[in-house]
């Protein structure tokens, strides 16, 4: 190890030493949460971390089943079908002692939906929310919605009244920069409560003695660290070295050490998320490139050039060391519209690319920009450095600018970036929620992260009316068209399926969820003797 490194090491063991017990987890990931606000970024490993303290009502367990949370069962109301009605769990408290009550719910839904939150999509369909007694709540939808509870596993329900005396009811708006109380301060339902909060550095949570399901969960630790790492080297010998205990992201290049080490295990399991590049079709000139006047992203032949400059199986080989599924569309295998057929649509073809180039009249190919978060996916800068050398055999020059995801995603998010790497996981298992995202034109509260420009208004009254048809086989077949027209018009640059490495003590009992969300309460702790 070089002495930088092991002088980053050294202050990382400083911040992060503790009593090697097994009542304490020492977590580490690649990446810190984006913020504590519940409802202002729609953020994997930003969910992971709350999902600790803040509830949702229904949650999914490690198969992608519905697992009863705040709400112990809903269905829709027998006299209206636009109607779903949730019961609560009762006898629950927030973190500060409150009673948790359908007021709460309403307050928590009808703050997601405003302007600055970032999971508002989910719940566009909702027209009104309404507790009827203390422990039931009744959503009202524009029409019938029969996936509905699918999209609320990551909507957390924080208290009213803590909310309102701490000056946090709006949602943060984390691209304007805003820090809020709610950004480092959480007073949830959850299992563990929050002792401390260094963002980029360490979160301290301890169990909650009061939690609702504390004889329902094995809760082996009585406290959690979680400390963000975003170099590999770094994470990996903290790991050997004992001063963790569980890390989320163990380097592919590393695996077999890390899986040969006494202590240890790693385990696997393919992940709900899509790896690919977006880019800016809509703008009638970008900034990012070398052409004064004209934008060769707008001409469906450059992206589908540049999509067959991809070679997906090098990236897979090279770069992630097997640990990937080559992709051609930006659906995961788990969720509803997926084909095998149109998941291997994407091929290599450097000469047929050159031609299609040529056609566009880009013979001489252009220069532009790839954005790129540096400690967001497995290997995302080095997938990045593989598709600019990929993407020069057919003319097209690539700077590459790779920086932090708090500072990456809002280039999507404000439309500041016109060439971009993202990552998408569909936790409601369903196309609705990639095409509310990421295919409806971009609007006050939808295709916020739709940063390719594409609109098309046919195609968006489409994507809305898939909330409340009910009709399962003319639902899926208008899934099938939407797809047809994201393939076609090659929307994004589909690169790969991430797989999970999880590594821990061979003490510790965490199943891989395929969300990349360890829920700890559910964690194990076994004699290692």
Excluded at 436 to 452: A, C, D, K, P, Y
């Amino acid at each position: 190890m070089s002495i930088a490194k092991k002088a980053v090491l050294a202050a990382l063991l400083a911040s992060v030493a503790l009593p090697a017990s097994a009542e304490t987890l020492r977590w580490a990931s690649a990446g810190d949460a984006l913020t504590l606000d519940p409802h202002s970024q729609n953020e994997g490993q930003t969910h992971t971390i709350r999902h600790q303290m803040y509830e949702p009502l229904i949650i999914r367990d490690v198969t992608g089943a519905f697992e009863p949370a705040l709400a112990t069962d809903w269905a829709p109301s027998p006299d209206d079908r636009n109607v779903w009605v949730f019961n609560l769990r009762q006898g629950v408290k927030f973190h500060d002692g409150a009673d948790f009550t359908a007021e709460d719910v309403v307050f928590s839904y009808e703050r997601a939906k405003t302007p600055t939150s970032d999971m508002k999509e989910l719940l566009n369909s909702i027209v009104e929310i309404r507790a009827v007694d203390d422990y039931t709540v009744e959503m009202v939808t524009d029409g019938p919605n029969p996936i509905l509870p699918a999209n609320l596993t990551d909507l957390f329900i924080m208290d009213k009244d803590w909310t309102e005396a701490n000056n946090t009811v709006k949602v943060q708006d984390f691209e304007g920069g805003e820090i809020t109380y709610a950004t480092t301060n959480v007073n949830g339902t959850g299992a563990y409560r929050l002792v401390s909060r260094e963002p980029d550095v360490r979160t301290v949570m301890e169990i909650n003695a009061e939690y609702w399901g504390r004889d329902q969960f094995p809760m082996a630790f009585e406290e959690i660290v979680h400390t963000p790492i975003q170099n590999a080297a770094t994470r990996v010998a903290a790991l050997l070295s004992g001063e963790i205990n569980f890390l989320q992201d163990v380097p592919v290049q590393d695996l077999e050490r890390v899986n040969s080490a006494d202590g240890l295990v790693v385990k696997q399991a393919p992940q709900n998320r899509v790896i690919f590049f977006g880019m800016n079709q809509g703008a009638d000139d970008i900034e990012a490139d070398n052409i004064d006047g004209a934008n060769p992203l707008a001409d469906v032949r450059v992206r589908k050039a540049m999509s067959m400059a991809i070679n997906r199986d090098a990236i897979q080989q090279v770069v992630m060391r097997g640990q990937s599924q080559p992709a051609g569309m930006i659906a995961p295998p788990f969720v509803n519209g997926w084909t095998a057929q149109m998941d291997g649509e994407s091929s290599t073809d450097i000469e047929a690319a050159k031609a299609l180039m040529a056609e566009a009249g880009y013979e001489d190919g252009f220069t532009i920009r790839l954005d790129c978060p540096n400690d967001r996916y497995i290997n995302d800068e080095a997938i990045c450095q593989a598709a600019v050398g990929m993407l020069g055999q057919i003319g097209v020059t690539v700077n590459l600018d790779a920086k932090p995801k708090a500072q990456h995603f809002p280039l999507i998010t404000d439309g500041q970036t016109d060439f971009y790497m993202l990552g998408w996981g569909v936790p409601t298992y369903d196309s609705e929620y990639i095409f509310n995202f990421l295919v409806h034109g971009r609007e006050e509260s939808i295709g916020t992260w739709n940063g390719t420009g594409f609109d098309n208004d046919m195609l968006d009254e489409k994507i809305i009316s898939l909330a409340s048809n009910t009709d399962l086989d003319a639902r899926n077949a208008d899934i099938a068209d939407i797809w047809r027209v994201v393939q076609d018009e090659q929307l994004y640059i589909p690169i790969h399926h991430q797989v999970l490495n999880w590594a821990m003590g061979t003490n510790i009992g965490i199943e891989v969820d395929p969300e990349n969300q360890p829920m700890i309460k559910h964690a194990s702790v076994n004699d290692p003797s």
